[in-house]
């Protein structure tokens, strides 16, 4: 310790006696030394064309770029006309603010404004504003934006004619503002409507208008009058992805129209190319959600028209039953994504699943919740389902050691593995150490039968496996839904929240996290 401060005081005086030498010297004078630092200070991005300054601010968050259009003029001004992407608190403490904010920000096409319930919201003057300033615009996303009105929506409408995707959330406009919307956009592509106010009992019918060839994906949430939207559903004519969801009413009626249109369209194709032509325009349905609905096996047998469905949800339709699961296996042949939630009512199980391992040989992804299936359905899904790559079995009482068995010994293909609530043991968890070779991920929960040691054991068995076991729950009152394994739609704007568990990625692949 006594030593400490003389060797301090040396360095000091060594770096003063350097800094004496530098001001001193004859080599470098005060001038020359003043320029030696400047020169030291160089802005390397001066060098950088703004085209490529812009190209790296687009691998920056939110939050990066607006710290970086603070660094100086050139940046606030590069930041400004490279910037495609705005997100806004849509109040209407901001009214003053917009014209100078969409000068700065000249090229923006994708709006997201969005309100709290405690707030009152932008306007339609507002609107206004905004559709002729963002003459480019082709995504606007609406959420709790009340104070704008079917007049608001239509004058957007008008000046608005390069939107492609449209997602309204809690708003207080109506029919009239949508179909001023399909018939004024042309190029709509998608269009996302959920808890819209204006969607009552006794609203006028929806669409299809101007965007009855463009639109390729619809979903409808939580909606009051949800069937209004039918001639706009049957209406697109190139419509891939339909996805209704907590909707109230009778949707079976809604379904037998889009079947009927499906079998039209297969009908007339058929003539066409007897007579050398075909409409190669018109493209059939390939996805359908249908999740928390009044839908029957009427509903199910409906859909089944749609022949070229490659991914399909039944999610919480108490009403559906091994029927119209048969029905839509011997029809849809091409499927490759099927989740069921049988929400525990029994009626989907064993017979419907052996018509879809018999009929669907293309199978790739298969998520039951509630389901009670056993080794009979499961051990035919595994033989004939030679492609099955990702599957998900959860809150099942009739799914255990042996039918864990029986898929590790024929589930080949097998990627990813997803077991939760289930009543397995350790013995399942041992015959996934020597079966599915493929495995690459498996998660584990709520399984109060398997051990710590048994996760233990897999990890030395299978040592480049990603495992995900919690062994010691105990959670009596488990309940599988479908947001306990974190599978969410896509292709809806929903905001990005991470689940854990089993879950969909971006481009529609299932992953375990």
């Known amino acids: 310790m006594g030593q400490s401060p003389p060797v301090v005081l040396g360095r000091v005086n060594s770096l003063c006696d350097s800094f004496t030498f530098l001001s001193s010297s004859a080599f470098i004078s005060g001038e020359g030394f003043r320029d030696q630092i400047a020169v030291e200070i160089v802005d390397y991005t001066a060098e950088l064309p703004d085209e490529c300054l812009a190209f790296v601010f687009q691998f920056l968050g939110p939050g990066d770029r607006n710290r970086c259009s603070l660094v100086c003029k050139r940046w606030f001004r590069v930041d400004g006309w490279s910037r495609h992407r705005l997100s806004l608190n849509a109040q209407s403490e901001i009214v003053s ?3 100078s904010l969409f000068t700065r920000f000249d090229s923006v096409t994708k709006l997201a404004l969005r309100c709290s319930r405690k707030s009152i919201s932008l306007t339609d003057d507002s609107l206004l504003t905004i559709s002729i300033r963002c003459r480019n615009l082709t995504r606007l996303k609406l959420r709790g934006c009340r104070e704008i009105t079917d ?11 390069k939107l492609r995707k449209l997602s309204c959330g809690s708003c207080m406009f109506g029919a009239k503002a949508l179909n001023a919307v399909l018939d004024h956009c042309a190029n ?3 269009l996302s409507i959920k808890r819209l106010r204006g969607i009552h009992d006794g609203a006028e019918p929806i669409g299809p208008g101007a965007a009855a060839s463009s639109l390729k994906m619809i979903c409808l949430k939580e909606l009051v009058n949800g069937q209004s939207f039918a001639p706009l559903v049957v209406g697109s004519k190139n419509l891939k992805t339909l996805k209704i969801i907590h909707c109230l009413g009778d949707w079976d009626s809604v379904l037998q129209l889009i079947g009927n249109r499906n079998q039209n369209y297969k009908e ?22 249908l999740e928390r609905l009044q839908v029957s096996d009427i509903g199910l047998s409906a859909i089944s028209k749609c022949t070229k469905i490659e991914n399909l949800h039944i999610l919480k339709t108490p009403e559906c039953s091994n029927y ?21 009512t029994n009626r989907i199980g064993d017979e419907g699943l052996i018509a879809v391992a018999k009929h669907c040989s293309n199978l790739q992804e298969l998520v039951l919740i509630g389901v009670n299936a056993t080794h009979v359905s499961l051990s035919a899904i595994a033989c004939n389902c030679s492609k099955l790559e990702r599957l998900a079995l959860c809150g099942s009482g009739t799914i255990g050691d042996t039918e864990i068995a029986c898929i590790a010994a024929k589930c080949m293909a097998l990627k990813k593995l997803c077991i939760k609530g289930c009543p397995i043991s350790d013995i399942a968890i041992e015959a996934l150490g020597s079966g599915c070779p493929n495995l690459v991920k498996i998660k584990v929960r709520k399984c109060r039968g398997v051990s710590s040691d048994a996760g233990e054991w897999l990890r030395e068995q299978r040592g480049s496996m990603l495992i995900n076991m919690d062994a010691c729950d105990t959670d009596c009152g488990f309940e599988a839904s479908v947001s306990d394994i974190g599978v969410h739609e896509t292709g809806v704007e929903v905001g990005q929240v991470t689940a854990v568990g089993a879950s969909t990625s971006s481009n529609g692949e299932f992953e375990l996290h």
């Open 97 to 99: 603010s917009l014209p």
């Open 188 to 190: 709509l592509e998608e």
């Open 324 to 344: 119209g699961l048969v029905c839509v296996a011997e029809n849809c042949k091409l499927l490759r994504k099927l989740h069921i939630d049988g929400w525990r």
């Open 268 to 289: 007339n194709l058929n003539c066409d190319i007897n007579y050398g032509s075909s409409d190669s325009n018109s493209n059939p349905l390939m996805e359908i959600h």
């Open 151 to 161: 007049e608001g929506m239509s004058t957007f409408a008008k000046n608005s004619k």
